[in-house]
């Protein structure tokens, strides 16, 4: 008998082996590294919940969107160092409001919402609701803003969610602000809907956030100093002011003294 065709069935074997051997190795090596994973979110989302605990208050979300909520709060504290300032003095207003901020970075809305015990509906433009996260834009009830005439129908929603005792979150800058530290222009939309809906304002200064220039991204950006600081909640219908262009300016320039940014015009 030739004994040859053994050797080389056996030759080839061999390689083919160690491959399966490697496969098999980096699998188990993908499934722990997973393991890990889930163990890591699990215990930031126990954390999250702790800390709401310790805090004394409740996640304004339940079901799906609180465990999200649950995750994202310690990950802001833990990641970006975020800081809250001057909620001592705050009180959550009864009833409706709008809560208003400049546009640091792509981590300012889940701030906004985080500074409040109450769900935020967040007016958004369309151009950064990205198709992948459709299902939760539509989970957070976001208002699209296209700056087309079916913003008409958006406002609406706006005005009847406020009235009907909900929250409305506006960044009224339209877009991060670029150069960084600076006020943008303020869209008069915002002085209107709180004219219309004669509801108090919370505004926020928010800063120290970190940004790449990509509001997807930015949240992702590790070792910020993330500051959301209360500057006050304003009640222009009890004051009598009822012109959407004074209420914008007057909100816009209250920003300006207490960060001490200068303002652009265009």
Known sequence: MNPEPTGFIAETAAPAMDLMGILWWFAAAVAAVAALIAIAVTLLVVTGFIVRARAGDRLAWSGAMGAIE????????????????????????????????????????????????????????????????????????????????????????????????GVVGVFPEGEIERPPCVLAPFVEGTGTLVALTKAPVVLLWIHGTPTIGNALLDPLVPRGRARVQYVGTYDFAAEGVRDAKEITARLRAELARVSGWPMREK
């Open 70 to 165: 649950a995750l994202l709060r310690p990950l802001s504290r833990f990641i970006h160092r975020t800081k809250w300032e001057g909620f001592d003095r705050f009180k959550v207003p009864e009833g409706g409001f709008v809560i208003v901020a400049n546009h640091a970075s792509g981590l300012d809305p889940p701030l906004m919402q985080f500074a409040v015990p109450r769900r935020v509906r967040f007016m958004m433009a369309t151009e950064q609701m990205h198709p992948m996260f459709s299902w939760f834009w539509g989970q957070l009830r976001v208002l699209p803003v296209s700056y087309t005439a079916a913003d008409a129908v958006m406002f609406r929603e706006a005005v009847r969610h406020v009235k009907g005792g």
